[in-house]
Nanobody, 120 residues
Framework: QVQLVESGGGLVQPGGSLRLSCAAS????????MAWYRQAPGKERELVAR??????NYADSVKGRFTISRDNTKNAIYLQMNTLKPEDTAVYYC???????????????WGRGTQVTVSS
């Protein structure tokens, strides 16, 4: 079974930094496209950062502050978050894209999430 496990969340002051990790196991590889999403209370889950091959994408709200990376030898992805703001407070989820042979031809796998709270 596919399993994604996030870690590294916590409480940090505005302007601080955190590094999130996502360890993948099962029939999934970080060679595939993976991403970080976040969801704040009352808000829809939003894409924060995505990595696919050599291509990375970021939400406008985190550009220049967050960096997504991967270590395929460890089957893990990371999210370095710098200059954190209170509005970054959310549960952060690791996502793995897997393409299948039946409709909808794609399945997304999710971790259980890790809480990031930015507050003084």
């Amino acid at each position: 079974q596919v399993q994604l496990v996030e870690s590294g969340g916590g409480l940090v002051q505005p302007g601080g930094s955190l590094r999130l990790s996502c360890a993948a196991s099962g029939s999934i590889s970080t060679n595939n496209a993976m991403a970080w999403y976040r969801q704040a209370p009352g808000k829809e889950r939003e894409l924060v950062a995505r990595i696919s091959g050599s291509t990375t994408n970021y939400a406008d709200s985190v550009k220049g502050r967050f960096t997504i990376s991967r270590d395929n030898t460890k089957n893990a992805i990371y999210l370095q978050m710098n200059t954190l703001k209170p509005e970054d407070t959310a549960v952060y989820y690791c996502n793995a894209e897997r393409y299948i042979t039946v409709t909808p031809y794609r399945r997304d796998y999710w971790g259980r999430g890790t809480q990031v709270t930015v507050s003084s």
